[in-house]
């Protein structure tokens, strides 16, 4: 088990934080309490506290897409998958570089256009209410089994690790400093918040790449060091973790549930002022998602060059791959940079955290409280949603002791578990728009049906562990690449889709006016121009910025991906 290899290894020891280090600890939860308190004061109605009044710029929209993002499982996650696998685990940050311009230029017009808070709300005008309920649903779960409980407990280790904090002391007093700004000022604390804690990140992230590259010879010294298929982004069809085949056909459909139909995600880019802040701040976020393979993934190949000894190798595989990144930060960084590194770690948990408090919140007091009590105030509505984190931390925490059945890879872990949750809603959202005869009825057993599928799939592998099946068609369910799996799902979950819509009548065109490609010129009921200044269109200038950025972002990373295929 991974707590059970890390504490195993005798070179690692605990570092006691340096007074310098402490203060600059001191200093980051300063202006992070500073900025939430700050927002904590303005006018509370549900626009001000769920979606920041509607008035966020474009950078940090993209840094919010961002921090929302990585969390202190990346920084384990893939560290730990690069020095088990080289870098093609880096293959999915590159893959959501595409999939931001993708929200950016194909969904995010159809989101503002609706004018919705929640994207339950959004498919629940698109099809129908049994949707909305199913997705909200399906979303508060999903946070609870890949991002909640993941994020405590990675933060939990690597401060256990590096420093010696208790792992439960510091997973509650985590949540309740993350919860305390995020109650208090909604969605704005929580993107300003994430600006800060995206500088941060970064700089941390930084500062241990070039420390290590340092140490191991440089990037010439590290490619002598290691196997040379670490280096290769693209993997056979048998390779049991990143197949080729899984990676270009799988991967996109993770991608465009995560980060094109995700409360979390979305979240940011309805928060938007106006259109051309909106699609900018995705196109910013895409280059910020370049960065992990050099940030987070290199480092997992720098602790493998320098400290094989401390790697357990079954048959030509690395096991215990996640003991990689706090062995770096124990034993490369410096006084004052080690209270660096534990303060972007605290960003990048604080920021993720406080990210899908905040969504959760919004979508079980606005897709179920709003619905039970239609006449709320907008007072009790804000009120509701401060209340409704605290459940979802509870059942996070009670999930934690679980995780390491499925996966020692927390980044494999969470991917898997997304995998058997995307596949019906990226459908949905994606013929929805694409297809007005799409209906209702179709929507809703298509999710369904991909409910079970992902079900079935999830309860025998955690069964298998200790199990472990010898007949062939479960062997087949649970052996199968988990992307290899989203593909067969996608399929399935289309088929119902247009199937069973086939069997009902076609929605009214009145329905579905304004979101659907065939309908986007016709007007929604929901929206008016005067009322919703958001909905202003990009200005053709900004549109021509965001269409050159977009082109960079598009020939940087299919560069990468030429370089290190």
């Known amino acids: 088990m991974l707590a059970a290899a890390i504490v195993r290894i005798a070179l690692v020891t605990h570092r006691i934080l340096a007074p310098t280090d402490l203060v600059i ?12 308190f700050h927002f904590a004061k303005k006018g509370r109605t549900s626009e001000d506290y769920f979606l920041a009044s509607r008035n966020i710029g474009w950078f940090a929209i993209g840094a919010s897409l961002f921090v929302s993002n990585i969390s202190t499982e990346h920084f384990i996650g893939l560290a730990g998958s690069g020095a088990t696998s080289g870098l093609a685990v880096g293959d999915f940050e590159w893959l959501a ?19 919705v808070f929640t994207m339950p709300e959004f498919l629940e005008r698109r099809f129908n209410r049994n949707c909305a309920n199913y997705l909200a649903t399906i979303s508060v779960i999903a946070y609870i089994f890949t991002k909640i409980s993941v994020h405590l407990y990675a933060a939990g280790i690597v401060l256990e690790r590096v420093v010696g904090w208790n792992q439960w002391t510091a997973a509650i007093i985590l949540v309740i400093a993350t919860g305390v700004y995020t109650i208090a000022g909604g969605l704005a604390a929580v993107i300003y918040t994430d600006l800060v804690q995206t500088l941060i990140l970064l700089a941390g992230a930084i500062a ?124 490369l960084l410096p006084t004052g940079l080690v209270g660096l590194l534990i303060a972007a770690l605290l960003a990048a948990l604080m920021g993720a955290m406080s990210s899908v408090f905040n969504s959760a919140s919004t979508m079980v007091t606005l897709d179920f409280y709003k619905k039970f009590r239609p006449a709320a105030s907008e007072k009790q509505l ?13 059942l996070g925490l009670l999930w934690v002791p679980f995780i390491h059945l499925l996966s020692a890879q927390l980044y494999i872990y969470l991917q898997s578990v997304q995998a058997y949750i995307s596949p019906p809603i990226a459908v949905c959202f994606i013929f929805g728009i694409l297809w007005p005869r799409l209906n209702g009825e179709g929507a809703i057993s298509s999710l369904l049906v991909g409910f079970v599928l992902g079900a079935v ?14 007949s062939p068609t479960l ?56 009322e919703t200044p958001h ?7 900004e549109h021509r910025v965001n269409l050159a950025f977009t082109l960079v972002l598009i020939a940087t990373v299919f560069g990468l991906w030429i370089y290190f295929r």
């Open 25 to 36: 600890i001191g200093i980051y939860f300063a202006i992070i309490f500073g900025i939430g």
């Open 97 to 115: 570089c595409m999939m931001l311009l993708l929200l950016g230029w194909v969904f995010v017009p159809f989101y503002l256009r609706s004018n």
């Open 208 to 331: 241990l790449t070039l420390i290590g590259l340092d140490k191991v010879g440089g990037f010439a010294g590290l490619r002598a060091a290691l196997p040379d298929s670490f280096f290769h982004m693209i993997k056979p069809a048998s390779d049991p973790e990143f197949p080729w085949t899984g990676m270009v056909f799988g991967a996109p459909i993770l991608g465009i549930w995560y980060w094109c139909t995700d409360q979390v995600i979305v979240q940011r880019v309805l928060s938007a002022r106006d259109e051309g802040h909106a699609k900018a701040g995705t196109i910013f976020a895409g280059f910020l998602k370049v960065l992990p393979v050099f940030l987070l993934v290199l480092p997992g190949l720098i602790c493998y060059a320098l400290y094989p000894q401390l790697f357990t190798v079954v048959d030509g595989k690395v096991t215990n791959g996640d003991i990689a990144f706090p062995t770096l930060v124990i034993n």
């Open 382 to 394: 804000v009120n509701f949603g401060r209340i409704a984190t605290g459940a979802m931390v509870v």
């Open 457 to 470: 799939r999830f309860i025998f592998e955690v069964l298998d562990k200790t199990k472990h099946y010898s």
């Open 535 to 541: 909905l202003k269109r990009e200005t053709p200038a």
């Open 475 to 530: 062997r087949w369910l649970v052996d199968m690449n988990f992307l290899h799996y989203a593909v067969l799902m996608f399929v399935v979950c289309a088929i119902v889709l247009i199937g069973v819509s086939m069997m009902y009548p076609a929605p009214e065109r009145k329905k579905i006016a304004g979101l659907t490609f065939a309908t986007v010129g016709d007007k929604l009921d929901t929206t008016d121009l005067k």
